[in-house]
């Protein structure tokens, strides 16, 4: 009977405890279908900002960064050539250059030309400003007068410069827009309109100093300069064997003329002091003779 009783209460403990974990079964499955949810809550939220988020945007913020680092650049750039003329027309080549700066995008600054000497052959110089692209017409014209012996090329950067002009350029027009504003407005008393306008006078002339400066620097930048020197070929010639009596004879005059100079100051020179040297010798002579003659006087025995 005990047994019967003990096996029934098993028998309930069982079941009991398979029906609470078939209660708390549901419980879990619904706690995991709750984080499975919200994951893919997450995943949803992720994939629908992403979705918002073209890929292309990606490729534009770089493109900017790459904007931003390839800002413009502006670069003073400087040629220096040297042409060495072969023929005596070194003038008709500097016009020659000169004339075809005016048929391209050339300023022509400055141009000089020195004639032959006795000592210096002749020569001559261009400097001028032509743009980039007409450059290489103007080199191959150049080049054409005679033969390069030289040519180098100068950078100077001027970004930095530049830069600062134009953030000048900017504050002054906004600070006078300003004052221009305050001008207009109802109210303003006729000692603060002096005021104003004064100040606005001084911002103006700062703005158009600024602009004078940016357009200089544009110049510089937008333009290359291009500084060109002619040399007349030297040539030598063969000397003679009296070649160097030839040259003596003719710088014989010369120094026959340099040596009569030099006498001549050597001698105005010793003059003022022939007046003190001539009188103190004759006296002294005299003195000296006065002494010999004492002497002698003494020397000579009296007869006995």
């Not at 009991?16 to 995991?32: E, F, H, N, T």
């Not at 490729?59 to 040629?79: C, E, G």
């Not at 048929?103 to 001559?124: D, F, K, M, R, W």
Request: glycine share 4%; hydrophobic share 45%.
């Amino acid at each position: 009977m005990l047994r019967k009783l003990l096996s029934v209460v098993c028998v309930v403990v069982f079941a009991s405890a398979g029906c609470g974990y078939k209660r708390s079964l549901p419980a879990m499955v619904s706690v995991d279908e709750a984080e499975t949810k919200k994951h893919s809550q997450v995943s949803t939220y992720y994939a629908v900002e992403r979705k918002a988020i073209p890929p292309y945007a990606r490729i534009r913020s770089a493109m900017d960064s790459d904007k931003v680092l390839a800002a413009p650049r502006y670069v003073a750039v400087r040629h220096k050539l040297e042409i060495i003329e072969p023929d005596s027309g070194l003038a008709k080549s500097i016009e020659a250059v000169v004339a075809y700066c005016g048929t391209i995008q050339c300023e022509l600054l400055s141009s000089s030309v020195a004639n032959e000497t006795a000592v210096l052959p002749p020569s001559g110089n261009i400097v001028a400003r032509v743009a980039p692209q007409d450059l290489n017409k103007l080199l191959d014209f150049a080049a054409k007068q005679g033969k390069i012996s030289q040519h180098s090329t100068e950078t100077e950067d001027k970004t930095a410069a530049v830069i600062d002009v134009e953030a000048k350029i900017k504050n002054q027009t906004d600070f006078r827009d300003s004052l221009r504003k305050m001008l207009v407005k109802p109210g303003v008393s006729v000692a603060d309109l002096l005021q104003i306008q004064e100040k606005l006078a001084e911002a103006q002339a700062e703005l158009d100093s600024e602009a004078t400066q940016r357009k200089i620097l544009a110049n510089e930048t937008e333009k290359v300069l291009l500084e060109i020197a002619f040399r007349s070929e030297q040539r030598t010639s063969s000397r003679s064997a009296f070649a160097s009596v030839g040259e003596a004879l003719r710088d014989s005059g010369s120094v026959l003329a340099d040596s009569l100079a030099e006498l001549i100051t050597a001698i105005a020179a010793i003059i003022p002091w022939l007046i003190v040297i001539v009188p103190g010798i004759w006296f002294l002579v005299r003195l000296w003779r006065r002494w010999r003659k004492k002497r002698a006087a003494a020397n000579v025995v009296p007869p006995t």
